[in-house]
């Protein structure tokens, strides 16, 4: 029997962020299944929308034994500590050495990993894994569309296979396309030519949605020029929030021959290239982004949806800041929603005061962003939760959601979902499960950027983006960038960036 070692280590990292991923934030695993070890981890693993758990599917009918190792994940934040990263490691590491004969090894990693004492997490990763199985045993990756991918990763993986869909729909299916490039290695008993190429700009993440153009359009023709020849082609747009060289857009291709590789490669950084224009649009502030949104409603028969995307937390941002909330209160917005806040305190003291209660309380406002703070008001406390449901959109996919002692306040006629742990707004169970139902407000705010709109975009009248104070900017310019690799350009059509080495 084909016997392949697996696991998974996810985590996305915003160096300018607020908060780091400690062993805690895997444990409980925030928007992801909480950490799970050994043979539990297929368990867990399956029919969810994950890399492992499509891979586990698709492994099955194969007849491969997977042998497990660790997996698991944190919600968007900043460094990934040193003690989480090499405790979950030498699991895994340990994990494979231990496994007896192997013929592959198969990881599930998100790409875009930064520790404290590491640039490239996953390349370090990696490098230990090929340091245990040697230089010929298979080594396959899936990783997320917003991978900044390195050149040590690309080295050491015999194929990085990355999402196609924002929202990541498309998780568990990338997955199973794992399973099947590494049938194919196995079959053969050969490996690919690689080609690696890192584009030249940042691409924001609000432009790179894949229900829009350009990227829509570039997966499209991406999709078609795979073939017998390049069995396996990738186009990863980045996090570009990573303040090291390898942060950025990058494509990479596998081929029965260099040539078919490069080529390949070559045709879609030109297609990404050429449309550097188009990874643009409307960004409102938060008054003006509410007061359309309102005006909006007068007419609409579904709600109007605001991405406040700078304080999205799936994208490092602590998902408490109150720059939406004081701009929906300000301007008397009615029969408006806005979640999730996390702050376990406020969460508390509702509870403590009951459904019915009026509180004080200095709601949010806890992560020393500029420009924001506590909101002191007093809100009445509509419903209480213990932050325990199942979130079924296409996103999470029927994930089992822990968000810990919540409740819904009512400031006006605005009502906010606030929480003990946070977890991007992407399916509207996180709205149902403290007792309001989106589909019956005029105005929703929505702490996420893109991945809201695989179970919102239906429901919505229109989708609005706004920038309040946050740890994500969607002008990527706008970073305080330090350390990028020299000339790439800080966002679409923008300045490019000069490093001082000798600073």
Known sequence: MTRIAVGGFLHETNTFAPTKATWESFVHGGGWPAMTTGADVLNVMRGINVGLAGFNDEAATYGWELIPTIACGASPSAHVTEDAFERVVKVMIDGIKNAGRLDAVYLDLHGAMVTEHLDDGEGEILARVRQVIGPDLPLVVSIDLHAN????????????????TYPHVDMADTGRAAARHLDLLLRSGQKFAKAFRQLPFLIPISWQCTFDEPTKGIYAKL??????AVPT????PGFPAADFPDCGASVFAYGRTQADADAAADTVATLVIGHENDFDGTIYTPDDGVQLAMELAKTATRPVIIADTQDNPGAGGDSDTTGMLRALVRNNAQRAAIGVIYDPASAEAAHAAGIGATVELALGGKSGIAGDAPYQESYVVERLSDGRFIAPGPYFGGREMEMGPSA??????VRVVVSSHKAQLADQAMYRYVGIEPTEQAILVVKSSVHFRADFQPIAERLLICAAPGAMPADTASLSWTRLRNGVRVKPNGQPFHRDDAN
């Open 149 to 164: 991918v390195t050149p040590q990763m690309v080295a050491h993986a015999d194929a990085l296979i990355a999402y196609r």
């Open 223 to 228: 999709a078609a020029l795979e073939s017998e």
């Open 233 to 236: 082609l990738s186009f990863a």
């Open 408 to 413: 819904c306040l009512r400031i006006g006629d």
